[in-house]
């Protein structure tokens, strides 16, 4: 195995100085941290837009779609949500990613999935809309 390859080692608790049951997956070899993103390649996106008929108020914004990301043609993220907000007369349309409520707590929320580097954000947010407006544009 080649010093970029990595492995995968499935550990005991105790192995790695943790208490309690369940299994624990600790990774050996592979990339120094940071390096992934010298080495990543581009992956494809695809994303897929339902545009709602009819706004549906959200909060200050108006629901307008739903989309979904399909990613390198391998992995897939679902209910990513198109909004639409008027601010000092101007119209802006955002995306914002799968969330959850944090602990039944309604004021609290943590995203599920989401782009980690600016780079990708921009890149997804910015597949996502256009397959927006081009929907928008047909329907």
Known sequence: MSSTESRVAVARPQELGQEG??????????????EHMKTQKHL???PRVKVSRE???YGSAQLVGFAELIIGGAFVIRDIRILRVKKDG????YVAF??????GDEKKYYD???????????EATGAILKAFEEAAAKA
């Open 21 to 34: 049951g369940g299994r624990l997956i600790k990774t050996t070899g592979g990339l120094a941290r940071g």
């Open 44 to 46: 494809e996106l695809e």
């Open 55 to 57: 706004p549906v108020a």
């Open 90 to 93: 101007a119209e802006s349309t």
């Open 98 to 103: 799968p969330s959850r409520r944090w602990n």
């Open 112 to 122: 599920v999935a989401f782009p980690i580097t600016a780079e990708a954000y921009k």
